[in-house]
């Protein structure tokens, strides 16, 4: 459990309690930040973001995630296509962590 207090082990220092980080923020609308540019590679046959002098391969579902940044859609809206696409998937935490740090990493504004 996380934040939980208790001992790391025998006669090991117990963990300072720490808040769960807050839920990121879903009313931005997500798009693509100029210079970035998302491209299937077919001889990989895996999504890749293109970024000035670097190149990401992205894992999973994460290109399917960012093709729904059009700069239209907010991040709830993002989240809430996914889980029509994906019922059974916990989309509505992961894909909106997911958007917030690649916004962090200054990708997507």
């Known amino acids: 459990m996380r934040g939980a207090v208790g001992p790391a082990g025998r006669g ?41 002098e670097r190149v990401v391969l992205l894992d999973g579902s994460a290109g399917e995630v960012l093709r729904l940044c059009d700069g239209v859609r907010d991040v709830a809206a993002v989240v809430a296509e996914l889980t029509v696409r994906h019922p059974a998937a916990p989309v509505a935490a992961e894909a909106a962590a997911f958007l917030e740090r690649l916004r962090e990493e200054g990708w997507l504004r």
């Open 12 to 52: 090991g220092p117990e963990r300072a309690v720490t808040a769960a980080p807050a839920p990121p923020a879903t009313t931005w609308r997500a798009v693509l930040a100029r210079g970035v540019v998302l491209r299937h590679d077919r001889v990989r046959g895996a999504d890749l973001l293109l970024l000035p």
